[in-house]
């Protein structure tokens, strides 16, 4: 008999409880017709008036259906969280063994205990239900699971009691990646995107295990882009791994492709740098001048990004600045009618566009090496602002951050400076230049995958996440009243007590 080392017993073992762990199967997954009416309605309008309006008609419309049941609750929370929980309490009460009430109660729940409470309801009439085994994964905590070993057992009953929806086979996923079970997090990612093919959230958290391996992030973007090929979320995260590699032929390829299904200024912009860096200074040109009159018109990003710098020299980079600095100026004129409206009708509309998706979990560092959290920040209004030293926007923005910050920041809200995409991922520049800006907030070191994670697509993108951890708000780009509006959205989520 053949001796076996050591290394490649750990191996054999590694794949078969990777192997174990992913050992069932999935369908794809298909909201009802319900819901997407509702998702359909939701979209056709900005005012969180009428969504919360059409999250109670859908509510009431159809009692029997759990999905929109839970994203009327999600609307219906952020406006009054109390009444809300009440609403599915007191029905519960009304129909002690209604699945349906029970598990939105739960889920609108705080605290453990009260979640564990009412899974344990839903699975003293039925313990094969998936939502209360699901409501009792949700329910654990390191202290009751330390190694999430219960969770994981009962998350797999889940799925066996129903394979076509992808809650949790999620949750799986994440519980394997928060283990360090690396391949098994993976081999659940795969199947949650066999459920959804058409998302590329699954995606991304394939991708965030990879660890900054930006061949084989494209390899993977690569095969989802076959089925999806007019993804922007794919394409521009294609772009940025190419961008990595200093692979400008494929990087500049990527961006024609996206600027062809959404021409937007700041990614023509972004092309432009490609062409720029690439040597092709007339296309570079013909990309800066578009993306001026698609409305990328900040001057500062223009004279500082060192991207642009094979430009500088060639006679068309004065007359870009002039045109630059004329439809800035265009803009502050149509900016300034804007404030001549009443605060009353600001307002309004700063708290009407409120929004209900989980923020990503992460755990980074700050820059005097501290561990941060989201997850310790729970009960807090947490606001993320995604940034970069080289970005004109962001230096615009950091001073009207940093100023809520010293002269209106809340109590039971933090406010923390995430750098992201820093080029060729050196970080050496961010504690110059924030001890240089004499800027307050802390500054978290996050990276391209925490940025995908919360769907940035551009910076700055500041995200404003609630108290149960939901993102509420979320900002891109300049914003000359941001500490106006910052001091509206906190406050009005502070009137909801977690």
Same mark, same amino acid.
């Given at each position: 008999m053949k001796r076996i080392s050591l290394c490649a017993l750990m191996i054999?073992?590694?794949?078969?409880?990777?192997?174990?762990?992913?050992?069932?199967?999935?369908?794809?997954?298909?909201?009802?017709?319900?819901?997407?009416a509702f998702e359909e309605a939701v979209d056709t309008t900005s005012s969180f008036t009428d969504q919360r309006s059409l999250a109670r008609e859908y509510r009431d419309r159809y009692p029997n259906d759990i999905l929109v049941q839970l994203r009327a609750a999600s609307f219906l929370a952020m406006d009054n969280l109390d009444e809300t929980r009440?609403?599915?309490?007191?029905?519960?009460?009304?129909?002690?063994?209604?699945?349906?009430?029970?598990?939105?109660?739960?889920?609108?729940?705080e605290s453990p205990e009260e979640q564990l409470g009412y899974a344990e309801k839903i699975l003293a009439f039925d313990p094969n239900s998936y939502w209360g085994n699901l409501l009792w994964a949700a329910a654990q905590s390191a202290e009751t699971d330390s190694k999430l070993e219960k969770s994981e057992s009962v998350l797999k009953?889940?799925?066996?009691?129903?394979?076509?929806?992808?809650?949790?086979v999620e949750r799986l996923g994440h519980l394997y990646r928060a283990r360090g079970e690396t391949q098994a997090a993976d081999e659940v990612y795969v199947k949650l995107g066999e459920m959804q093919p058409d998302r590329f959230e699954p995606l991304?958290?394939?991708?965030? %295990? +990879?660890?900054?391996?930006?061949? &084989?992030?494209?390899?993977?973007?690569? =095969? !989802? *882009? /076959?089925?999806?090929? @007019?993804n922007i979320d794919a394409l521009y995260t294609k772009a940025r791994a190419q961008r990595e590699l200093l692979d400008w032929p494929a990087h500049?390829?990527?961006?024609?492709?996206?600027?062809?299904?959404?021409?937007?200024?700041?990614?023509?912009?972004?092309?432009?740098?490609g062409f720029s860096l690439a040597g092709q200074t007339d296309s570079a040109f013909a990309r800066l001048f578009a993306a001026v009159e698609l409305g990328f018109t900040d001057v500062e990003q223009y004279k500082a990004d060192e991207d642009l710098i094979p430009l500088r020299n060639d006679p068309r980079w004065?007359? %870009? +600045?002039?045109?630059?600095?004329? &439809?800035?100026?265009?803009?502050?004129? =149509? !900016? *300034? /009618?804007?404030?001549? @409206?009443?605060?009353?009708?600001?307002?309004?509309e700063a708290l009407s566009e409120r929004a209900t998706q989980p923020a990503p979990d992460f755990t980074v560092k700050d820059l005097q090496g501290n561990t941060v959290a989201l997850a310790g920040l729970r009960g807090k209004i947490v606001i993320l602002d995604f940034w970069a030293t080289w970005c004109g926007p962001c230096r615009k923005s950091m001073p009207l951050l940093d100023k809520f910050y010293t002269d209106s920041l809340p109590e039971g809200v933090v406010v923390y400076g995430?750098?992201?995409?820093?080029?060729?991922?050196?970080?050496?520049?961010?504690?110059?230049?924030?001890?240089?800006?004499?800027?307050?907030?802390?500054?978290?070191?996050?990276?391209?995958?925490?940025?995908?994670?919360?769907?940035?697509?551009?910076i700055?993108?500041?995200?404003?996440?609630?108290?149960?951890?939901?993102?509420?708000?979320?900002?891109?780009?300049?914003?000359?009243?941001?500490?106006?509006?910052?001091?509206?959205?906190?406050?009005?989520?502070?009137?909801?007590?977690?």
């Open positions: 054999v073992l590694a794949w078969a409880a990777s192997a174990q762990a992913v050992d069932f199967k999935v369908r794809k997954y298909t909201p009802t017709a319900a819901v997407q009440a609403y599915y309490a007191n029905w519960a009460k009304r129909e002690p063994k209604n699945v349906i009430p029970l598990y939105v109660a739960g889920r609108l729940m009953k889940a799925i066996a009691t129903d394979n076509s929806l992808p809650f949790a991304t958290y394939r991708l965030m %295990l +990879l660890g900054g391996d930006h061949r &084989a992030a494209i390899k993977l973007v690569d =095969e !989802f *882009l /076959k089925k999806n090929p @007019r500049i390829e990527t961006m024609r492709r996206i600027v062809e299904i959404e021409p937007k200024g700041d990614y023509s912009y972004d092309l432009a740098c004065t007359e %870009l +600045l002039t045109t630059v600095e004329k &439809a800035e100026q265009d803009r502050m004129r =149509e !900016f *300034l /009618k804007e404030m001549a @409206r009443t605060a009353v009708q600001r307002k309004e995430v750098n992201v995409w820093e080029r060729g991922g050196n970080t050496d520049k961010v504690r110059p230049f924030v001890e240089e800006r004499g800027v307050h907030f802390p500054i978290l070191l996050g990276d391209n995958d925490l940025a995908a994670a919360y769907g940035v697509r551009g700055p993108t500041l995200v404003v996440i609630d108290q149960e951890g939901k993102i509420a708000y979320r900002h891109v780009g300049y914003n000359p009243t941001l500490p106006e509006v910052l001091t509206w959205q906190t406050k009005e989520l502070l009137k909801t007590k977690p």
